[in-house]
């Protein structure tokens, strides 16, 4: 038996789905993530899972869907994470 050795593969982190309907929309993620992201320029996360660093008027955009189902199907509490968008 014999070890094979797989060639060298470039990775790259998705940062976005590819087709370009997430930079047309606004995401749901943590709001104080998102005040901490717009002063320091560190990219967060949103639900959908697209990472961007936050910098323009979420109000001019509608809603991610995904965003929005999975921000629906979170259980309710006294938390306040996620229920802000850009």
């Known amino acids: ?18 087709d370009g309907d997430h930079e047309r929309f606004a995401h749901y993620a943590d709001k104080h993530k998102i005040t901490e992201s717009m002063v320091t320029g560190t990219p967060i996360r ?6 961007w ?12 869907p995904e ?10 509490g006294g938390g306040d994470q996620g229920d802000n968008k850009q």
Do not use: F
Request: aromatic content about 4%.
């Open 1 to 18: 038996m014999s070890t094979k050795i797989l060639p060298e593969q470039e990775t790259t982190p998705r940062t976005s789905h590819g």
């Open 46 to 51: 949103a639900l959908c899972g697209k990472v």
């Open 53 to 64: 660093v936050p910098s323009r008027d979420p109000k001019k955009y509608p809603v991610c």
């Open 67 to 76: 965003c929005k189902e999975i921000y629906e199907g979170l259980p309710t």
